[in-house]
């Protein structure tokens, strides 16, 4: 009987060695420095005030297959382009650009924490009046944001609209359910790149009654000789009303939705020039996901400061290779799409965060979202406070600087063409990891070599992954199995 417990305890030691041995095998693994081309970020910010827009005046063909909304099973393709593809900025300098597009940012993040807090506290928008605020056109270098505090967007997608299709550019927003599109006639509707929708042009064209589902599940309605009309409205003054109709959408010629909910705005309010509309692509029951019942989406965010595109896809498996973490869902606002992560990680490093950092509570509050349209990755403090203060200490050897707006590191690379920085890394369950580029963490605030840590404190309980960290990775949403992919290099 000794023998044998002196065999169970060598056995026990070896194969927890051996599991030791596993975990740190894993975390040598993950590169601990990684290179920034500072010359070629510095480039492009001088080039993205040049760049034309290359507004696709032609239709797409349209195909006459159909698929009903009920349709889960085919694929389907956006083109997705960024801003600068449909709109040339007049900012006369680069850090003029980004200091409108962070102060966007902040009405963005400010607007979803307070969307958050008042599902809490049980408050619907319809006690939410918005308030008048002159909105000047130029402010509108927010990424990929609906609203006017959610900005004209960074991120548009070519979507057809009734039949025949008229081709319109719509934000796409991970963050919004309703979609909708301006239209004819306008009481009062902003610039965009194309003609206004005209309903009455269109077969396919049909009023939602104020009994339908459709027109139950908005959060703000009315009724009006039985038709139902929409409201969606923003913290900072910005909102669109009109009528809830279903509309034929038609996506790059590739497949024509019928019936999809769509609100077609008549007063339309706020920094949404440029863009027709917005596609939301939330979790609640009136995105445009959940209309098609689609199985999964994905996007690749291209780097804004260029004119590249990629595509928004629907239906599409997770690329091979991808890392996967869990998709989670908050009981008390279906919109936002919470993640299932565990840690982060600095030059190869685990920082001491505890785990509920990232989970929501009993209550709702908490938890970590993805979001196409916030830009800056947003921490609670405590946790942003740890990762500064790593990365920090891991960029002694660079000059730093003083801050710039939301950010309070940053550094003069002016004389430097390339730098090497501790790698920045999202950890997920069982031992998963997404090991960021540097570009997507340490980015240019001007022409001059000036970069800054883009990531930002919060004092809101939620935090959210931005798209600046986003960016060059094609982000899935598998929403049958309930995870979130990251493939690097995916557009």
Known sequence: MAEKGFLLCVLFAFFCTWGVSLVNARRLSLPRTTVLDVSGSIRESLN??????????????????????????????????????????????????????????????????????????????????????????????????????????????????????????????????????????????????????????????????????????????????????????????????????????????????????????????????????????GGGSLSFPSQINASSFSYCLVNRDTDSASTLEFNSPIPPHSVTAPLLRNNQLDTFYYLGMTGIGVGGQMLSIPRSSFEVDESGNGGIIVDSGTAVTRLQSDVYNSLRDSFVRGTQHLPSTSGVALFDTCYDLSSRSSVEVPTVSFHFPDGKYLALPAKNYLIPVDSAGTFCFAFAPTTSALSIIGNVQQQGTRVSYDLTNSLVGFSPNGC
């Open 48 to 281: 993205v005030l040049s760049l034309n827009p290359q507004y696709e005046q032609k239709e797409f063909q349209h195909q006459e297959r159909s698929f009903p909304s009920s349709s889960s099973s085919s694929s389907l393709t956006l083109s997705l382009h960024s801003r600068t593809f449909v709109h040339k900025s007049s900012h006369k300098d680069y850090k003029s650009l980004v200091l409108a597009r962070l102060e966007r940012d902040s009405d963005r993040v400010r607007s979803l924490a307070t969307r958050m807090d008042l599902a809490i506290a049980g408050i619907t928008k319809s006690d939410l009046k918005p308030v008048e605020k002159e909105l000047e056109a130029e402010a509108l270098e927010t990424p990929l944001v609906s609203g006017a505090s959610q900005g004209s967007g960074e991120y548009f997608s070519r979507v057809g609209i009734g039949s025949p299709p008229k081709h319109v550019y719509m934000v796409v927003d991970t963050g919004s359910d309703v979609n909708w599109v301006q239209c004819a006639p306008c009481a009062d509707c902003y610039q965009q790149a194309d003609p206004i929708f005209e309903p009455s042009f269109s077969s396919s064209y049909a009023p939602l009654t104020c009994e339908t589902h459709q027109c139950k599940s908005l959060d703000v309605s009315e009724c009006r000789n039985d038709s139902c009309l929409y409201e969606v409205s923003y913290g900072d003054g910005s909102y669109t009303v009109g009528d809830f109709a279903t509309e034929t959408i038609t996506l790059d010629g590739s497949a024509s939705l019928n019936n999809v909910a769509i609100g077609c705005g008549h007063d339309n309010e706020g920094l949404f020039v440029g863009a027709a509309g917005l596609l939301g692509l």
